[in-house]
């Protein structure tokens, strides 16, 4: 042992406690799930909320904590070029995304309790699952081993098959969950064959090994074959998580069939948990080769235009939703490929602060949304289609104001979030030189413009002899989650200077917001 | 550091606070205290703030009165609105003579006119929401006037127009006031088109030029541009120079009701009568005079743009006494008469007397706001007649209205000692002995044409005053109880109507300055029932207004009779008040904000016998005019007045000019549009490039739409086949 | 250790691999696409497992040999449990459409599509 350098292992609880945190208070939810009155969850949801408050302060408890790796080897006296092989990383970046799933789980588990009991759902263990699910995530978002990597990826989905067919009564639910079951770990044993080439390739399972064979560059080309293998597989299993074409399928069907707050929780948690682990893989095989910047690149342009034309086509809400965060992920490609070229070429570095800003945005209008569209649930049915929400405005007019809001951020209106996010994506493609990829971001933009208005229309539409009874009361839960998601949503325009500082992961010395339009 | 200057906040601030107050609770207010004491409170609330405002106006004033002449510029910054690398614009208010002389006028008039309006408006049902305009409405004129930048003008500038809009439209249930509104509004976009140019013209001449350097980032602002125009404007050469003075007085053409941009303001009049005293009489009307004051630099710059302004001027003035002959309806004249003198006040600003045109606009708002408020009495007293001819001897039954209008009349057609004398001679004085400079200077005008025209136009005034006056109070016919038939056809309808039960006559205002709660909802729901044109039967009996309408009618009357003479300096009260000069207005006033380009001592400068018999002359046609007007109406009504035939038909229908402007631009323009939209619009963009682009892409989407099989097995291929080509592409492109 | 080259280990991990992708797209009974999907996960194992024991530092020592060889033959446990877990929640799913349905042909569940 001693020859190789290796040092105990660095063992940091405080950098653990998020995590900790949401596993335990899933754990107790699951008791109490046993204890609880008969189709009561309401202590339930009560331990959840209590539990995640905890654990959102325990993130910020580590915010000015030193980051680093711990829990692993430390080669780094021994050998700088492979460096510290610490299993789980505590940074900014994923402090951010900690808090972020911590907070879409909180407002998840918000609008949850009433959807479910309209829904005839009354089932205590959603919320452990969702707590557990929400656990991987933040696994994923904190790690720099594949394997690690692979173990909250597979703790993430593996609570959302279950949770996707949480409804076992209801064909679309069972369908939702078989498809997503079945491609998922068709997908998952892709990502693990990658992982295992990139292993053959390096090494190691650990994200350092990359880098430092690309510092090293061994002549032998049948190395860097397998290592380039096994990242486009690992890619592979990113762009299904995070819905890119054609890996994208499963998307709206898993998203019309599942039940609606589970959409909410994966459209939101699972893309903010699968970009936040995909930012970090860039941030070493950008250095391998510039190859994988072309295939992102395609890939982002690819799934915008097909995910938005796609979604011009559908006529049910959820659908139109599913194909536009299938659209949405090809948005944050983009600014994940700008991040990648400027760490790769001849540019300014740009920070981490667009695409953690961007899923910031991108989570609370999604989630808001879905939880809007959750009111059809209703007597243990629920309609989505377009017309299923006519009248909406007239007997719920804060949600739907709230959907508003919303559908306007996804648009990329202004005065929301998600322009400036958008905004933000443009100038950082345009900073690496792909006027390209930000003009079809411009143009697609627009395009998707034409189908959030089509449910913004159904939800405005009065129908004459509209039941009132056809959708469910507004509990406080969903009120909370809809107000939560539309301050968000406007705080993080309005305030996005102070936002961004206390981010803190903007490029050093770059002002992330000076110079737009009207700041 | 706070200074005393930054006091000037409160004054802007104020009314936002009045206005935000009344949107926010007023109706709440109503509801809570019920009708009569919860409009009590309203009122109070819209009047204290204006009134505060002007109280602490006055003491920043005195306050600036105690500094030097050259100091009198101050400016209260509080933090930047707009901070690029081009361009500054904070939040700034400029306290100096000008926009003080503004400030109190607007609050000191402003606030006597919400009074009025209490009363005026104390039976309609949309109480709190007139006070939250017209409140609205002194905060954007503060900030029209106090604003240290274009940008700040602007916003005023706008924010008066919209208040504008939604006042003329106030009564919204008839179409026609709702049409008036939009007129307004459009009309004034026409101006405003002027204004945003210069005001972009004159960033980008100020942004180019290398005068400016260090802080100065600030180019909108007027204590950076004033000073520097004579030197950066040339370097643009005499195009730019004439063209920034240019595109500001269109501006001020729409805002300030120029011809031709002045057809809106006669239809404005369908407004509640307070509004067309404040906003389209005494205040907002006059923001055009203001901006080519404030920025006058520009304008002298330019002899071209000061000829533009000077004949603008005079034509208007003219043009606007004649059509004031053929109205019938006395919110009409005095629209009309608001007008011209809006000509005149161009006119001193166009040779050069801009102080003169302040004094004006000074005087103006005492005599033509008091001239709106007594109408506005007596059309209460009339039951929302506005017909002159159907009133006559009303000075038996209004005493106070009376008395206080004769002194209107009296001033506005400018015998002295009263307000209107003094600046109107003052603006005819100074065209005339403007005369030698400007001929010098290229005009193809001498301004003693403009001068001759001035005198007729007072001549007239006085005329179409006099007969105003005489149809209302004097006379011994009292009209209203002739047949209806006999007057107008028009009013045929009103033999129709028996006797209104809540016609206006039978409601006795026994509690003086208030009305009871029964008494409001009373004669609110009779205003609605007749939609605030209540008929005016045979046997009316005219009643004098209540105290909180007549009180500032005395207040007005009292300014419009001293203000001139003290403004002015006359004696005694120069030495009386100490002022450290003679003409408030000639000293110090708007010109000392920023130095003047013209030789202004020389270029003025006459006689004393000539001042004399400008005097002489200018008082003789006012009195000429009264006595012609007298001697036509000594017994009774003329007959041209009774049917308006002849010249005064076409005089009253502006000359045709209304119906030629509605023809091209309305029915020909509409019918041009309609044509183009048809088949650009519809056909081309709509049908080719948006429906046609719409129409492809969401082919595409269908089409795409079919891979979506719903198999999972397809989709399991699908992405087979996308790892295999991204494989492929990969291990392709590296291993070349 | 002799005879047998890593390179064949690789090859039978590669064509598992296949025939499991293979076995995904062209059968019906969900039960036997998933059976097909383990096929492939444990092509993965196989490599994992060749690659820790064959592994010649490929970075000429700079990740140290031990470090190596438990990361991957951590990583097949890790898998294995990763796929029994899978097993459980996929099997109940199946079965759960089973119950209602009577029938687990895979191109049954194509209610939603487009």
Known sequence: MGSSGLHPAAIDWMALGPLIGVCLTGVVAMVLEMWRPRMNNNGIVGVCIVGLLVSGFLVIANWNRPGGESFGADYSEANGAVGNLGLFINDRLGQVIQLLIVGITLVTVLFSEGYLREKRLPFGEYYPLVLWSAAGGMVMATTRDLLIFFLGLETLSIALYVLAGLSSKERRSQEAALKYFLLGAFASSFLLYGIALIYGATGTTHLSGIAAIANTQPESIATFSVLYAGIGLVLVGFAFKVALVPFHMWTPDVYQGAPTSVVGFMAAGVKVAAFAAMLRFIDVIVFTSSVWITVLAALAAVTMTIGNLIALAQKDAKRILAYSSIAHAGYILVAVVAYGASKSGPYEPLGQSTVAYYLAMYGFMTLGAFAVLSLTGRDGKEGSTLEDYYGLYRSAPFPAAMFIVFMASLAGIPLTGGFLGKFLIFRDALSVDMLWLALLLGVNSVISVAYYLRIVQAVCTEEPGVVRSRFAPVNAGLFTACAVCAFLLIAGFVAADPLFDWMGLSAPGASVVAGLPGR | MTTVWDYIWIVQLLPVAGFLAQALFGQRIIAMFGPAMGRRICGAMAVVPIALAFVIGVFVFYKLTELAPDQRVQISTWFNWIDLQTLRVPFELRVDPLSLTMVLIVTGVGALIHLYATGYMATDRDYPRFFTYLNLFIAFMLMLVLGNNLALVFIGWEGVGLCSYLLIGYWYHDIANAKAANKAFIVNRIGDWGFVLGIFLIYVTFASSQAIVGDEARLLSFDVILPLAEKVLPTFGPAVVAAVPILLFIGAMGKSAQFPLYLWLPDAMAGPTPVSALIHAATMVTAGVYLVTRCHVFFELSPIAMLVVACVGAFTAIFAATVAFGQTDIKKVLAYSTVSQLGYMFLACGVGAFYAGMFHVTTHAFFKALLFLGSGAVIVAMAHEQDMRRYGALRKYLPITHGTMLIGWIAIAGIPPLAGFFSKDDILGKTFASSHYWTEHGWLVDPKILYAIGLITAFMTAMYMTRMFWLTFLGKEERWRESAAGVSDEHAHHEAHVHHPHAHAEHEDTHGFFLSDDEVLERERAEHEAEHHDVLTPDHQPKEVVPSMWLPLVALAALSIVGGLVLSGGYPFSELLHWDTQHLFRDWNAIAAAPTLLPAAEMFHADHMTEWILIGSSVLAAILGIGVMAFQHRLGIPKSDREITGLKRIMGAQWGFDGAMYKTFVDFGGRFSQGFYRWFDKGVIDGLFVNGSAWTVQSFGKLFRKAQTGYVRSYALTMLLGVVVILSYVIWKTNR | ?114
């Open chain 3, 1 to 114: 250790m002799e005879g047998v080259p890593l390179s064949a280990y690789l090859a039978l991990g590669a064509v598992l691999f296949a025939i499991g992708g293979l076995g995904v797209i062209l059968k019906r009974n969900p039960i036997i696409i998933f059976m097909c999907i383990e096929l492939m996960l444990n092509a993965a194992n196989l490599t994992f497992l060749a690659f820790s024991r064959y592994h010649d530092a490929p970075l000429r020592g700079t990740i140290p040999m031990e470090h190596t060889y438990m990361n991957g033959q951590m990583a097949v446990v890790f898998v294995m449990a990763v796929a029994a877990a899978e097993v459980a929640v996929g099997l109940g799913i199946i079965m759960a459409i089973f119950r209602m349905r009577e029938t687990v042909d895979i191109d049954e569940m194509s209610g939603m599509r487009g």
